[in-house]
């Protein structure tokens, strides 16, 4: 990895660990603060009681192209989806992350408890569409303590689901 994508990449979670923080805290009674930012997992949280989590981030993009335009890349002559945007291909990324996250934390530090964030950036669809379609989802196994989805619903609020709570 590049410099400049590791700048961005740490960007990119600080941003999302901060908005995560801050509707956890909004709803929790034991509190979250950022320690330090940090490689596996991305940050190492700390709660009010005093416990260290690691929380993993990653990000949710519709596709390659998407993910290069929102980020201000240039798509070396790409125009968009090659196939109408659909819903499906979105909630098969989504379960495609969770899948490589979780087999990616079998190599992390066991020495405290790690919960895996999905800020979804793309602004394709909402979080009323993806609930809809929830059933698709696949749920998180035990790997993580929590699987949350991070993601907006058409306001530029953000909302904050944890993933572990899907039922089938």
Do not use: C
Request: a positive charge.
């Amino acid at each position: 990895m590049t410099n400049r994508h590791n700048v961005e990449k740490r960007m990119l979670e600080r941003a999302a660990v901060r908005e995560f923080i801050r509707l956890y805290n909004g709803r929790h009674r034991v509190k979250l603060r950022l320690l330090y930012q940090h490689d596996r997992p991305d940050a190492i949280l700390q709660d009010s009681r005093g416990t260290k989590i690691g929380l993993e981030i990653t990000h949710l993009f519709y596709d390659a192209a998407e993910a290069k335009a929102l980020l201000g890349r240039p798509d070396n002559g790409a125009s968009g989806p090659a196939s109408p945007l659909s819903l499906a291909h979105l909630i098969a990324q989504l379960n495609a992350l969770i899948k490589r996250k979780e087999s990616k934390k079998q190599s992390y530090d066991p020495s405290y408890p790690i919960s895996l964030l999905i800020r979804n950036a793309s602004p394709t669809f909402r979080l009323s569409e993806i609930w809809a379609a929830r059933e698709h989802i696949r749920k998180p196994n035990d790997q993580f303590m929590d699987t949350w989805f991070l993601t907006r619903d058409g306001t530029p609020d953000w909302k904050l689901i944890n993933l572990d709570d899907l039922s089938h």
